[in-house]
């Protein structure tokens, strides 16, 4: 057993003993002519604690920036005002030294500087905050859950389908495709571990669709893999999503859920990250605080994909493409109408159902679906959500139009054939929230080894 007090107990008042041994890396290290200081962390803490050293009796050559030592000493009031407490050593054990070639010395580094290094950026107080909201906002979303009786389930990671029907799935297979491939050119896939051709999740929501429709409310919350062509700040070919699915909800219970949801979780982190929020408030986004405001207070505004078009046609020469009804709402339509026009989160709904997938419920126009996107000021799209098209011969006729292969979904039309009802769901990618929540202006600084486009490292 290492036998060690964590730095996050001395610092709260809550170590009872006096004398104390610590494990940490030091952040900074100076001395002075009789003393010596270190800052480490352990990570318990977004806080330092402050170890000095006697010069007379250590000899302080190994403590620089980066490395991992080992302190006992007493616990003592700090005379400084930046810290409650701190260590007077007496027994000091170098654990990891650091040579000069440490990456991160004590200056401030760039934030790509940093993303080039992402087995060593947590150990920075950005990406340990960062992280260490990545845990609460977690735990906010399975509580949100809990609470209001959803059951957690896990949906598979390799599919058979591409729920989203935009062709950005990765494939998966246990051989060399070149081993595979017919003298035609085509694959032979009977030779596959699958004997089929498989793929990784683009959403859990096909499969979230059965269990709800016998268990209620249920959730998702994993990972999803796209390759995405967009490259951009807010896209990544791996990231979470949350995905419930609830059995008898329609679109407006749907949206009003998902209200609920962020601001529950936004409140939560609030409460709970107060030292983080002040730290991204001061280095990264000034108006973090209001972001928290507005996101508990305020009522999300809501307005139809052809209002929404007829808007921003009103509007039209501030735009390098003219809005046209029947396109997606790109970026400079969503800044627009949400840092814009209406300063707030908005729900636009009822899209034109030919940029839609085919599990929309048709609307009684018989040109839109029940749908909903939710854009963030800065952000752009949050979520995606909508009531699923319960109707058999509806979805039928929307499958084939889409040129869904109908033996794939065959279990899919099955749960409109036995015991159909309504029901609706959203997705929700975790990632953009966090990036929302902490001010962070790249997806790639709010995952701790991201993978997009072209990079992996
Ligand atoms: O709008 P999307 O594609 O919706 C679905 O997949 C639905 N099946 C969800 C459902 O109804 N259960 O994706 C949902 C959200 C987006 O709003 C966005 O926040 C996030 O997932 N997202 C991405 N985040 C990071 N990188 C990407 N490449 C993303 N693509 C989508
Ligand atoms: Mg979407």
Sequence with gaps: MIERTSIKSILEGECKEERVTVYGWIRTARSGKNVAFASITDGSTSSTLQVVFDRDKFDITGLATGACIKVTGTIVESPGAEQSSEINADELEIVGPVGDDYP???KKHSIEFLRSMPHLRARTNTFGAVFRMSHHLSLAI???FDENGFFFIHAPLITVSDAEGAGEAFQVTSMRLDSITLSNGDVDYSKDYFKRQAFLTVSAQLEAEPLALAMGKVYTFGPTFRADPSDT?????????IEPEMAFFDLDDDISLIEDF???TASYLFEKCPEEISFFSRFYEKQLKERYSMLIESKFTRITYTDAFELLAKNSDRFEAAPEWGS???????RFLTDEHFGCPVFVTDYPAIIKPFYMRMNDDGKTVACTDLLFPQVGEIVGGSQREERLNVLRTRANECGIDSEDYSWYFDLRKWGSAPHSGFGLGFERLL???????????????PRSKGKMI
Excluded: C
């Design 435 to 449: 990036m929302y929540l902490t001010g962070m202006e790249n997806i790639r600084d709010v995952i701790p080894f």
């Design 142 to 144: 399975h509580r949100f």
């Design 262 to 264: 962020i601001k529950y």
């Design 328 to 334: 997606d709402i790109s970026t400079e339509y969503e």
């Design 104 to 106: 991160l010395q004590k």
């Design 233 to 241: 700040r807010f896209h990544t070919a791996e990231f979470w999503m």
